[in-house]
Nanobody, 126 residues
Framework: QVQLIESGGGLVQAGGSLRLSCAAS????????MGWFRQAPGKEREFVAA????????AYADSVKGRFTISKDNAKMTGYLQMNSLKPEDTAVYYC???????????????????WGQGTQVTVSS
């Protein structure tokens, strides 16, 4: 089993920045692709960003492209989501997810991921 713990959420004004972290523990041997998803009140969980196992390939939702950057540090077993130019519509609970992966693929669908964190709240005030 792999446990994922997110941190770095909080309250920020529009235009500000936050960096979310996702620390993995447990049975972390092997390679993992990682993704970030978010869920706003009354809405379904949606894809935000994904990265393949070595960080060489990334994908973003159109709504965050150019503002958010996903990365991972395999030595530290930690993933990151740098969020810049935040908007009120970015307010949501953000979840990281991990999937054992040996290929160069990234994954953008909820059902593709094996492990999930508990989420961290991001609130952007206008």
């Amino acid at each position: 089993q792999v446990q994922l713990i997110e941190s770095g959420g909080g309250l920020v004004q529009a235009g500000g920045s936050l960096r979310l972290s996702c620390a993995a523990s447990g049975r972390t041997s092997g390679t993992y692709a990682m993704g970030w998803f978010r869920q706003a009140p009354g809405k379904e969980r949606e894809f935000v960003a994904a990265v393949n196992w070595n960080g060489g390939r990334t994908a973003y939702a159109d709504s965050v492209k150019g503002r958010f950057t996903i990365s991972k540090d395999n030595a530290k077993m930690t993933g990151y989501l740098q969020m810049n130019s935040l908007k009120p519509e970015d307010t949501a609970v953000y979840y990281c997810a991990a999937k054992p992966a040996l290929s160069s693929d990234y994954y953008t669908e909820i059902y593709e991921y094996t492990y999930w964190g508990q989420g961290t709240q991001v609130t952007v005030s206008s």
